[in-house]
C-alpha cells in the first residue's frame, strides 16, 4: 500500500517543475559558454552517474522519461543561433524529436566498464542542432543497474543538473498512476538565425537613445571625481588579476595535460562525519570536501616521492539567487595546503581562504563581461576563458535528493556527478544522496602516471577523512 503523504509531495514537486527553465533565450554566461566551447577541452558537459539497486523494467523506464521530457519542454528543445551575434542563441522546440535517439540501454559486466563507457560517451560530442541530452542505462551488472545522463551546460549546469533528476524522481516503487502533464502548447514557429540576428540589431537601434544616455552621465560622473573613478578602477583591476592568476604553483605530478583523456572514478562515505569535521574546522561541508581531495593528493604525492607544500585548487562561489536553479556562479583559486596532514586542521586552512575571497570585488568579473564578449566573434570568447590560470584541482559541493528515490521502479542507490576538465587535472563533485556523500571523479589521464594510485590514495583520504570525526 503507498503512502498518501508520499504521493503528495511527488505530485507538487512534480508540479512545480513544469515551469523549470523556462526562459525563452540563453543568458549571457550559458552564451559564452556555448560559444566558446571547444569540446573536450574546454567543454561544457556533465555526466551523472545513477546508481539503481536494480535494473528496471525498460517498457517503464522509456515511459516514465517521456513523461518527463513533456513535463520540462526544455528537453524537447534546441538551440538556433542568430546568423551574427547581434542577439543570444534562442530556444525553439525540435521538429524531428526523437526519445530513441536520445535514450537507450547497453550491457555491461561490472561498473569498472561502465564507467569506462560513461567516460568514453562524456567525450563524444553533442549534436547542437538537437535537444542537448543523451541518457544511457546500463544493465548486466551483478550488484544492479546504472542510468548514465550526459547533459550540456546550456541545458542545465551540474547543480541545475541534480535538481532536475531529484524534482523528477519518485518517492515509491510502484507506478503512481496520475501523474501531472504539461498542457500541451502549439508549437511556435522556428525563428530563423537571419531574423534572430535582425530582432537583436532592431532591439540594439531601439536602445540607443538609453545607452547613451548612460554613457554620457558616467562620463560626466568620471570628468568631476577622476581620481576616485580611477582608484575604484585600479582596485577592480588588481581584484581581477588576483581571481585570475595562480596563488601556488601547478603540481609536476599532475602535468602536462591534454584535457582529451577522462577517466572516471566515484568513491562514497557517511555525510554525518564529514559534517563534523567540518564543524571541528570552523568550515562548511564545502571546506571539507576540498580537504578531503588534498588529503588524497597529499598521499598521492607521498607515494610518488613529491614534496609540493601547496597547489592551485579552483572553488565554486555562487552567485545565485533563491529562485535559480544554478547558472550564475564564480570560479575563483584558492592555495590548497598539502602539507597539513590533520584533516581539521586541513578544513580550517581551506576555510581560512575561502573566506579571503569575499573580499574580492571582481568575483561577477564574467557576468559583467559576458554581455560584450557575446558580441564578438566565438574565439574571442574562448580565449577569455583560457586567458585564467587553470587549477590542479576543482571541487565543488552539490546538494541531491535528501530522502530515497526511485527510477521507474528502482532505487536510487548513489548519484555521482562528473564534470568537465576546464584546464584541471581533475575535477571534483560531492552530492549529499541521502546519508551518504557521493563523490565523482573526472581525471584527465594524461595528466596522471598512476590513476591506480591516485584512487587507492583518494579513498584513503575519504578514510581519513571519517576517522577524524571520532
Known sequence: MSDPSMDTDDIARWASVTGWSATPELTPMQTLLWRAERHPVQSSTSTVVIDLDRAPDWDRFVAATEWGTR???????????????????????????????????????????????????????????????????????????????????????????????????????????????HEEVEALPEPGPVDLAVTGLRTDIASLPASTLATARRVGTAAARPQVVLASALRYGASVRRLLTRTAPPSPELSPRTGRMWSFLTLHAPIDPMREVARLGGGTLDDAAVALVLGGLRRYHARRGSTVAEIPVGVRVSLDRADDLGNRFAGALISGPLAIEDPVDRVAAVRGEVLSLHTERALEVLDAAAPLMNRMPSFVGASALRTAAAPDAFVLTLPGPPRRRYMAGAQVQGMYVLGPLPGAALTVCLVTCGDTACIGVNVDGSSVADLVALEECLTEGVEEMVSAAG
Not at 551546460?153 to 541545475?160: N, Q
Open 71 to 181: 513535463l520540462v519542454r526544455r528537453l524537447r528543445q534546441r538551440v538556433v543561433e542568430p546568423a551574427v551575434p547581434t542577439a543570444a542563441p534562442t530556444w525553439a522546440d525540435d521538429p524531428t524529436f526523437d526519445l530513441a535517439y536520445h535514450l537507450r540501454r547497453e550491457r555491461v559486466a561490472d561498473r569498472e566498464e561502465m564507467l569506462v563507457h560513461a567516460a568514453q560517451m562524456a567525450l563524444r560530442p553533442f549534436d547542437r542542432t538537437r535537444p542537448l541530452w543523451e541518457g544511457v542505462l546500463f544493465e548486466g551488472m551483478p550488484d544492479g543497474a546504472a542510468y548514465v545522463l550526459k547533459i550540456h551546460h546550456a541545458l542545465a549546469d551540474p547543480l541545475g543538473m541534480v535538481q532536475l533528476l531529484s524534482m523528477l524522481q519518485s518517492g515509491r516503487r510502484d507506478h503512481t498512476p496520475r501523474k501531472p502533464v
